[in-house]
């Protein structure tokens, strides 16, 4: 089940969302304001975010800012062109104007999860960790994690192969033609390097030595 978070202050407007949606067999999370809105996407990956523009304290410009990964549909009073213009060079995927259709509403909805569902193959996924193989990017229970190119050689590696131990000499053989310039004295540094940064990015440790052998994925 494909999971919506509507970001609303208003109640009625937030309660018929809802109403639709789970009506459709979407589950629903919710927020009335900003800042609850983080703390909600801090704790959730919803599939999609509709999300208001007028809220209290933080605006929804401001939240869409800062929300990555995630395909937000902008659902506003606001008609002015620019606005629209604005929000979705801001990183909106859709805006749609209140009051709005239902059905249009729920078809903007399948169209833009299905074109989320279609590009989630570039995407490898262990546990919290999402690494994206065309855009490179990298997160950590949603934080983005800036790696080097021969860090994230090795992470992708290791996420491909997320229950085995992965020797330091395969490790090398595998990403040589991407990362020449990583070598055997210089692999424990680049580990070292991408357990910090993943650590920074999520809070725990990520990766695990295996005395002797190499590294794999923590359990």
């Avoid at 494909?2 to 208003?10: E, L, N, R, S």
């Avoid at 589950?27 to 959730?44: F, K």
């Avoid at 239902?102 to 299905?114: D, K, M, P, S």
């Avoid at 993943?198 to 005395?211: A, C, F, K, M």
Wanted: proline share 3%; glycine share 6%; aromatic share 4%.
């Amino acid at each position: 089940m494909k999971t919506i978070a509507v970001i609303d202050d208003d109640i009625y407007i937030g309660n018929m969302l809802e109403e639709l949606l789970r009506g459709n067999g979407y589950d629903v999370l919710r927020a009335y304001s900003g800042t609850e809105a983080l703390l909600l996407l801090s704790q959730n990956k919803p599939d999609l975010v509709l999300l208001d523009l007028m809220l209290p304290g933080l605006s929804g410009e401001e939240v869409l800012l800062k929300i990555q990964g995630i395909p937000v549909i902008v659902v506003s009073a606001k008609v002015d062109v620019q606005d629209k213009v604005n929000l979705l060079l801001g990183g909106a995927v859709d805006y749609i104007t209140k009051p709005f259709d239902a059905a249009e509403l729920l078809a903007r909805i399948t169209v833009q999860l299905r074109k989320a569902g279609s590009s989630t193959s570039d995407v490898i996924a262990v546990g919290d960790l999402r690494l994206n193989q065309t855009s490179h990017e990298v997160t950590a229970k949603s934080v983005e994690a800036r790696l080097t190119k021969t860090e994230y050689a090795i992470l992708k590696l290791l996420m491909q192969n997320p229950k085995q131990v992965i020797a330091k000499s395969v490790i090398l053989d595998r990403i040589s033609q991407d990362t020449p310039d990583c070598t055997e004295s210089s692999l424990k540094q680049h580990i070292s390097n991408l357990r910090k940064k993943l650590r920074d990015s999520g809070g725990t440790d990520y990766i695990e030595s295996v005395w002797g052998i190499g590294y794999k994925l923590a359990e």
